[in-house]
C-alpha cells in the first residue's frame, strides 16, 4: 500500500493525519519542531511521528507527501520527494480528492485574495444558511477543509478561503465557484515578488470548467488577463461589470447582476461590517452565494444580519476616554493601512511580529495628524525602526510589555490599536492566539 508522509504538525497537518488514519492508511507525520502539545493526539490514533527533522529515509516506501500550507515545498524533503517522482501535494489537495470520491452533491466556493478572503468566506457561508442551505465557512481562515468535509451532509457548500501557500500544491483541485479578490505586497518572502505571488493566487482558477463561475475584481483587470481555466467570468466593485456580477452605485446601493437580470440588494447603509473594503467583501460574497444556490432574498437577509469576524476591527475594552481595538488579523501592511484609515486618532498602534519581508513605510501617510505614538515589538523590530524609526515610537519585544506600555501611553481620546502589519508566529501560534491574548490583557487593563 504505501506510506503517506504528512510534513507539518499544524490544524491542516494534523487534520490530514486524523483523516489518513481512519481512513485505514499508513500514516507517518513529520515536523521539524520538537515535539509538540499534539503527540499525544497522534498515539491515540496509533499514527508514528518524527520530531526535529524530516529524515529523507522516510521517503523510503513512501507513495505521497502532503504538506502543510506552512511548509515551503523548496525544503530538501520535498525536493527530494519530487526527484523520486512521489507525488507532493497539500491537505487542500487531498481534501478536494476525498469530496470529489464522496460525489455527494457538495459545492466548493473558494476565495482567495491578499485582504477580505477571511470576511468574505465567512460572509458566504452566512447568505448560504440565511437561505436555509447547509454551508460552512472553512479552509484557512480555521477548520482545514479535510476536517470539515467529515461529517457534512451530502449537498453542503463549503465556502473555502485559500491561501496562496495552499494553492502552491494544488493539482486537481477544482471550485464551482472561485474568486481573487485583490493582491497587494504580502508573502514575498515566500514567493519572490509580486508575479510569483499573483500567479499563486490564479491558480485557484486553473482547472474551471465552462460550468463554472470565476470572479475578479474590476479595480485588478490583471487577475482576469492571466486567469487560467475555462470558468464564467463575473467581476465585482464600484463600476456597474459589463456582464454577471456585482457592484455598488454611487448612492451606496449594492446590485447583484446575474442570468436573470439587475436585482438591487441592500445600501451600504444597512451593513454591520463598515468600510469600502466591507463592501467589495459583501458584493463578492453575493456573487459566489448566488452561484452556489442562494435566492435574493436570503442574500439580502444575510446582508443585513452578518456580525463581522474576531480578531477584525473589534472594539474590546475602554477606560479613561482611551478605546482599544483588536486588529489582529491585520498581518500584512494593506491590511493595517485600511484599520488606521478607519480610526480618526489619534492612535498609539502597535506594530510587529514576524516580519513578512515587505516595507512598512507607506504607513507615514495615514498617520500623518493622527499619531500618538507606535510601539514595535516582536521580531520586526528592526525593519520597523529602518521604515519608521524617525516617528514617535517606543521599542518593547515582549508582546505583553508592548502592551502594557501602549496603554500606559494613551490620553483620553486616544485609540489604542493592534494592528500589527506583521505575522504572529514570532510569539504565537497564529493571529487568533494573539488576538485573544491581546484581549484578556485588556480585559484586566478595564478591570484595574
Known amino acids: 500500500m504505501g506510506r503517506i508522509i504528512v510534513v507539518g504538525a499544524g490544524r491542516s497537518g494534523l487534520g490530514a493525519v486524523e483523516y489518513l488514519a481512519k481512513a485505514g492508511k499508513d500514516v507517518v ?4 519542531r520538537p515535539e509538540p502539545e499534539a503527540a499525544a493526539r497522534l498515539a491515540e490514533l496509533s499514527v508514528l511521528a518524527v520530531w526535529g527533522g524530516h529524515p529523507l529515509t522516510l521517503l523510503d516506501d513512501c507513495v505521497e507527501v502532503v504538506l502543510s500550507p506552512g511548509v515551503n515545498p523548496a525544503i530538501p524533503f520535498a525536493r527530494a520527494a519530487m526527484e523520486r517522482d512521489i507525488p507532493v501535494i497539500g491537505e487542500l489537495e487531498l481534501a478536494h480528492r476525498a469530496l470529489r470520491e464522496r460525489a455527494d452533491g457538495s459545492v466548493l466556493l473558494a476565495v482567495t485574495g491578499t485582504n477580505g478572503k477571511s470576511t468574505t468566506t465567512d460572509l458566504i457561508a452566512h447568505l448560504l444558511k440565511a437561505c436555509d442551505m447547509p454551508a460552512v465557512a472553512c479552509g484557512n481562515l480555521g477548520t482545514p477543509l479535510i476536517t470539515a468535509m467529515v461529517g457534512a451532509e451530502a449537498g453542503t457548500r463549503f465556502a473555502l478561503e485559500c491561501s496562496s501557500y495552499q494553492l502552491e500544491t494544488i493539482r486537481e483541485f477544482h471550485a464551482e465557484g472561485a474568486a481573487a479578490l485583490n493582491l497587494t505586497p504580502d508573502h514575498l518572502a515566500r514567493h519572490g515578488n509580486m508575479e510569483a505571488y499573483r500567479a499563486a493566487k490564479a491558480r485557484i482558477f486553473q482547472l474551471q470548467t465552462s460550468e463554472d463561475l470565476r470572479l475578479t475584481p474590476l479595480a485588478d483587470p490583471a487577475f482576469e488577463a492571466i486567469a487560467p481555466g475555462q470558468g464564467r467570468s463575473a467581476r465585482f466593485g464600484w463600476d456597474c461589470p459589463p456582464g454577471p456580477g456585482a457592484w455598488c452605485d454611487d448612492h451606496g446601493t449594492l446590485w447583484l447582476i446575474d442570468e436573470y437580470g439587475e436585482h438591487p440588494l441592500v445600501h451600504r447603509s444597512k451593513l454591520l461590517i463598515p468600510g469600502d473594503h466591507n463592501v467589495e467583501n459583501a458584493l463578492a460574497a453575493a ?9 435574493l432574498e436570503g442574500i439580502r437577509i444575510g446582508l443585513r444580519t452578518y456580525p463581522g469576524l474576531a480578531h477584525r ?7 479613561d476616554g482611551i478605546k482599544v481595538y483588536n486588529d489582529s488579523k491585520g ?3 494593506d491590511a493595517t493601512l485600511t484599520a488606521v484609515r478607519a480610526l480618526p486618532g489619534p492612535l498609539v498602534l502597535l506594530l510587529g511580529g514576524q516580519d513578512k519581508g515587505t516595507g512598512y513605510g507607506p504607513l507615514r501617510a495615514a498617520l500623518e495628524g493622527k499619531l500618538r505614538r507606535l510601539v514595535f515589538l516582536g521580531e520586526a523590530i528592526p525593519q520597523l525602526e529602518r521604515d519608521l524609526g524617525d516617528l514617535p515610537h517606543v521599542t518593547v519585544q515582549p508582546f505583553d510589555d ?4 501602549a496603554l500606559a ?3 483620553p481620546g486616544d485609540q489604542v490599536l493592534l494592528s500589527p502589519a506583521c505575522a504572529s508566529f514570532d510569539q504565537f501560534e497564529n493571529f487568533e492566539q494573539r488576538g485573544e491574548h491581546f484581549e484578556a490583557l485588556v480585559r484586566a487593563w478595564v478591570k484595574a
Not at 29 to 32: E, G
Open 29 to 32: 507525520l513529520t515536523d521539524s
Open 287 to 295: 456573487v459566489l452565494a448566488r452561484h452556489g444556490g442562494a435566492d
Open 313 to 319: 476591527m473589534v472594539l474590546c475594552g475602554e477606560r
Open 331 to 333: 498581518t500584512n501592511l
Open 402 to 405: 508592548a502592551v502594557a506600555r
Open 409 to 411: 501611553l494613551a490620553e
